[in-house]
């Protein structure tokens, strides 16, 4: 069976609309930046293996909690069909976090990716960010 060729990232606009989506709290901008059967793995998630779907109710709840959470793209870099950022967020925990009430608290989390991109929209996610850093700076660790 021959190898599929897999063709360079050569636009890595669909992480920047996705984050000014993220920061107007509008994750349905999710539809447009992930392929359809795209799997989204993140490290600590109850799930490790979300489907777009998925990924968009754990996003929806995040900025349920945090309303102003607001998401900034540091560094960037492109290899072949694969695109790594590393990002930070701030916010305040105003709304429920699962079933913990808000705690008014400021957090600042650290995070990074590593999307896999075919014709402009990424087809499988790998993302880390620190969770227990959060939960720490919440006073819930």
């Given at each position: 069976?021959?190898?599929?060729?897999?063709?360079p990232?050569?636009?890595?606009?669909?992480?920047?609309?996705w984050?000014e989506?993220?920061?107007r709290?509008?994750?349905?901008?999710?539809?447009?930046?992930?392929?359809?059967?795209c799997v989204?793995?993140?490290?600590?998630?109850?799930?490790?293996?979300?489907?777009?779907?998925?990924f968009?109710?754990?996003?929806?709840?995040?900025?349920?909690?945090?309303?102003?959470?607001?998401?900034t793209?540091?560094d960037?870099?492109?290899?072949?069909?694969?695109v790594c950022?590393?990002?930070?967020?701030?916010?305040?925990?105003?709304?429920?976090?699962?079933?913990?009430?808000?705690?008014?608290?400021?957090?600042?989390?650290?995070?990074l990716?590593?999307d896999r991109?075919?014709?402009?929209?990424?087809?499988e996610?790998w993302?880390q960010?620190d969770?227990?850093?959060?939960?720490r700076?919440l006073?819930?660790?």
């Amino acid at each position: 069976m021959p190898t599929q060729q897999r063709l360079p990232v050569t636009d890595t606009d669909f992480e920047r609309r996705w984050v000014e989506a993220l920061n107007r709290g509008d994750i349905a901008v999710a539809d447009e930046t992930f392929a359809p059967d795209c799997v989204i793995h993140i490290t600590g998630s109850p799930d490790p293996n979300l489907s777009v779907e998925g990924f968009k109710q754990m996003v929806g709840g995040l900025l349920a909690a945090f309303p102003d959470l607001h998401f900034t793209i540091e560094d960037q870099i492109v290899t072949g069909d694969k695109v790594c950022t590393r990002w930070t967020a701030e916010g305040t925990n105003t709304g429920m976090f699962g079933e913990v009430p808000p705690t008014g608290r400021p957090v600042h989390v650290d995070g990074l990716i590593l999307d896999r991109v075919e014709n402009g929209r990424v087809v499988e996610r790998w993302e880390q960010w620190d969770q227990s850093a959060m939960m720490r700076q919440l006073g819930l660790l």
